[in-house]
């Protein structure tokens, strides 16, 4: 028997790799039966997929050779040796044989540059190989074909969603098998379980009950939190205030199943993350890293922070399990998870994973229009594949539940909604623009927010407040702060900002807050930006405690800066807020909040509006596009914010040359370890912030080479750790936050 290599490094045959797929398979099936992919042809396509490797210039590549130009890719040639006769034979028809050749063939996206006949001849050149090969595993479904019928396979053909329900299921058949079988490769890889099981959640929430009841014998779950456990096995909306516990009840509604918790915002999702892993306070304590990931553009660095906390923590090893998503829990960001709705090639195991996965959406009102039309078509094809999801948010819009029955999605939306009768927030309308004079008149002993609609008005606002009272007292947050001050500022804010604080101070935010940070503060004074920002905004103020005093929540609304089309607000929203609000003067309750929500945001009220032409718009763009038409990268593109560029602020890096260079040199260095390099980038990452395009437009920058793929941007600008980042010509800073 030939000694045929599957990879080199380490060293591994094609029989040793095959038989960590089958260990892979085998886990994957015991911890979810009820997947509805073929599993004989997964089974199948896990033995047969690198079978194609035993073609000698891949043996003497993978070998220590060189690539040969004339080489085609194994997964083109694998497909010789599925077994279509025999599947013929067991009943199976052309269509789902097709599904398995094609699963095979594409388990790798590679383009196609070679022949037909060049891909013949390599086919039969692997005969003589063949006969060489023994693996006692395939047993009856051994079969070598140089040449099968074409209706079966053709090496340029794909499978398409198309137009019948009948070719929709082979697709999904496709995506299932595919999929999976890229999961279970990389898994193989890797050197992973392809998943880890849930076997925990549920009585890991019994015993937060436990100790609930040690304190309070009498503690029960709460209503919303009974609610959902009762409903595991729909698809549930359901709307709650601050306070009936979100987190456990959709914890609750996951049960013992593999699950995504879905954020918008990542401060917010650290803090979810922190949550469920405290050792002493949260959930899951035990086993962590195999059963809590967290997943989001800068995850590695948050696990070099929880490194320290986490007993036996192989940072390289949990940062592989949740990017495979192999962790039965994981807290993400929205593109993370939801960009296989492009269906760009290898979008598969994404979809093929949420099939048996459920999926948990927070705060859904604080998404964009293109990240809502996102939503909605993602949860179209999780529903058409067979996984389920749950929003639960504190204001839902109207157009969330309509947008979503028109793209065929069914849910249970909960008959009431879980409000209390608590009155938390007494409103005043001020007719007059946002104004520090106004403000400082109540600062004495109160602890104050102050949120504005955009970083310009902030930073006058901050100044003004900083003149007056000075800076010991006034703090500034918002998105044009470098990693490191602005993490600081979050730090203090949180501690301000607990209810048990008494320290006088004033907090000039931005929108960085809306849902991000758990704050308590006295006194909210704020612009109008919509109704929905708005009473996210009041959720900083008087959070969880009983309205005692005449005015807690002071709202500006003439002059307010950020609206279209210059801003970022909808100007008819605007309006439709502003007009709500003129009959509001003194305390309002939750129902009344929630029934402002659906006059302003009911798809009545929102139609011919630019926001809902924008939704509509963005729905019908991406099932515009076909089936593999985008590549991956094109994909990320679009979910990532490309009108702001990371930079270090030419103040910083003077102050921090040396460091910041010895980062970038550690970065460099060939043969260094992985975790070396990712700490080296996570420290470097602190002393950059995220540069508007606007701004950077407008400025000048230099740049230092990491590699022929990445550079250090350094943008000259003021910067200090006070107001942030000044653009050098301020005259010209835009209303933008």
Not at 247 to 271: D, Q, S
Not at 562 to 571: Q, T, V, Y
Request: hydrophobic content about 40%; aromatic content about 12%.
């Amino acid at each position: 028997m030939n000694k045929y290599l599957a990879k080199s490094k380490p060293e591994e045959t094609i029989q040793e790799h095959t038989d960590n797929l089958l260990a892979n398979y085998e886990l994957l099936q015991k911890y979810y039966p009820e997947i509805r992919v073929n599993w004989h042809f997964l089974n199948l396509a896990c033995m047969i997929h690198d079978l194609g490797k035993m073609n000698l210039f891949f043996q003497e590549k993978v070998s220590g050779g060189r690539r040969n130009k004339k080489e085609i890719p194994h997964n083109y040639l694998s497909v010789a040796f599925v077994p279509y006769k025999k599947l013929k034979e067991e009943g199976y028809s052309k269509e789902e044989i097709q599904v398995l050749f094609q699963a095979i063939a594409r388990h790798h996206e590679r383009d196609i540059n070679f022949t037909e006949d060049e891909w013949t001849l390599e086919m039969k050149k692997l005969e003589q190989e063949w006969q060489g090969f023994t693996y006692d595993k395939l047993g009856e479904y051994r079969a070598y074909r140089s040449h099968f019928p074409a209706k079966y396979y053709q090496v340029t053909a794909h499978i398409f969603e198309g137009k019948t329900a009948e070719s929709f299921e082979s697709f999904i058949q496709y995506v299932l098998l595919k999929g999976l079988l890229n999961r279970i490769d990389f898994a193989a890889s890797a050197d992973i379980d392809v998943e880890k099981p849930n076997d925990f959640l549920e009585a890991a929430m019994t015993e937060q009950m436990n100790a609930f009841r040690k304190q309070n014998p009498d503690a029960d779950w709460k209503p919303l939190q009974k609610y959902m456990q009762a409903h595991q096995e729909e698809n549930v909306i359901v709307v709650a205030e601050t306070g009936m516990g979100k987190t456990e009840a959709g914890l609750l509604w996951l049960g013992n199943n593999k699950g995504f918790f879905t954020l918008p915002l990542r401060t917010a999702i650290n803090a979810i993350y922190s949550r469920l892993m405290d050792s002493e306070t949260g959930i899951v304590r035990e086993q962590q890293t195999d059963r809590v990931g967290l997943l989001h553009s800068e995850t590695y660095g948050q696990y070099l922070i929880h490194e320290p906390e986490i007993e036996a923590m192989d940072i390289e090893d949990y940062f592989t399990k949740t990017r495979q998503m192999s962790l039965p829990i994981t807290v993400c960001t929205l593109d993370q998870l939801f960009d296989f709705v492009f269906r760009y090639a290898g979008f598969e195991p994404k979809l093929a994973t949420l099939s048996y996965s459920k999926v948990i959406i927070d705060e859904v009102q604080m998404y964009s229009p293109d990240l809502l039309a996102y939503l909605i078509v993602g949860l179209s094809y999780i529903q058409k594949v067979g996984g389920k999801f749950t929003i639960l948010t504190a204001t839902l819009p109207g157009i969330i539940p309509d947008l979503l029955a028109e793209e065929g999605v069914t849910f249970t939306r909960a008959e009431e909604d879980f409000i209390s009768d608590r009155v938390r927030h007494s409103l005043k309308v001020i007719h007059e623009p946002i104004s520090s004079a106004f403000i400082s008149a109540f600062y004495e002993d109160n602890r104050i927010l102050v949120i504005c609609n955009t970083v310009r008005v902030a930073k006058a606002m901050y100044e003004e407040l900083v003149e007056a009272h000075g800076d010991a007292e006034v703090h500034l947050l918002h998105s044009q702060f470098i990693k490191r001050d602005r993490t600081a500022k979050e730090d203090a804010i949180l501690s301000d900002g607990q209810k048990g604080s008494s320290r006088p101070c004033i907090w000039v935010v931005t929108q960085v807050v809306e849902a991000s940070l758990d704050i308590d503060f006295d006194i909210l004074f704020t612009e109008l930006s919509d109704l929905n920002g708005l009473f996210q905004r009041m959720g900083r103020c008087y959070r969880n405690r009983e309205l005692d005093v005449a005015t807690n929540v002071y709202v500006f609304d003439v002059e307010c800066s950020g609206l279209r089309p210059r801003g970022f607000i909808d100007a008819q929203i605007h309006e439709n807020s502003r007009a709500l609000l003129q009959a509001v003067d003194g305390a309002v309750s939750e129902a009344q909040k929630l029934a402002m929500i659906d006059q302003v945001y009911s798809t009545e009220a929102l139609e011919g509006s630019e926001y809902y032409e924008k939704v509509k718009g963005d729905i019908d763009y991406v099932k515009s596009f076909g089936t593999y038409e985008l590549d991956k990268n094109e994909v990320k593109k679009r979910f990532r914010d490309i009108n702001s560029v990371a930079a270090i602020p030419k103040p910083i890096f003077a102050e921090n040359e040396a460091e910041i260079r010895g980062y970038i040199e550690t970065i460099k260095t060939k043969g260094l370890d992985r975790k070396t390099k990712m700490r080296a980038r996570t420290m470097l990452s602190a002393f950059m912030l995220d540069v508007p395009g606007y701004i950077f437009e407008k400025g000048n920058s230099d740049a230092i080479k990491i590699n022929d793929y990445e550079k250090v941007t350094i943008f000259d600008c003021d910067y200090d750790t006070g107001l942030g980042l000044t653009p050098k010509d301020r005259e010209k800073e835009s209303q933008f936050f």
